[in-house]
């Protein structure tokens, strides 16, 4: 599977953003995916992510109620819809998807990876 992150770029704190990662190879609908952040001098941490049915989603305390994980296995796209955004979402974006596993928080759960798209809030 690859993917192909995109969608990021500078907005002023409260504004919205959504990205989108679209996949390519491997069957789509049976990876669970995910969206994680990382900022400079930071591990990379969990955002959101959505099973493989899209029946399940998660989200890290730090998000949750601002943005929404949603997937189209038409399109073998995963997007991240932001809202309220603040300074701390100043970050590297990156969508990756797991096989055979239901949502994760955890990096190394995930077998694929994005190159990555940066978020910047400006306060």
């Known amino acids: 599977v690859q993917l192909q992150a995109c969608g990021g770029g500078l907005v002023q704190a409260g504004g919205s953003l959504r990205l989108s990662c679209a996949a390519s190879?491997?069957?789509?609908?049976?990876?669970?995916l995910g969206w994680f952040r990382q900022s400079p001098g930071k591990e990379r941490e969990f955002a959101a992510g959505i099973s493989w049915s899209g029946g399940n989603k998660d989200y890290a305390d730090s998000v949750k109620g601002r943005f929404t994980i949603s997937r189209d296995d038409v399109k073998n796209t995963v997007y991240l819809q932001m809202n309220s955004l603040k300074p701390e979402d100043t970050a590297v974006y990156y969508c990756?998807?797991?096989?055979?596993?239901?949502?994760?928080?955890?990096?190394?759960?995930?077998?694929?990876w994005g190159q990555g798209t940066q978020v910047t809030v400006s306060s």
């Open positions: 990756a998807a797991g096989a055979g596993i239901g949502v994760s928080r955890h990096v190394d759960r995930y077998d694929y």
């Open positions: 190879g491997r069957t789509f609908s049976s990876y669970a």
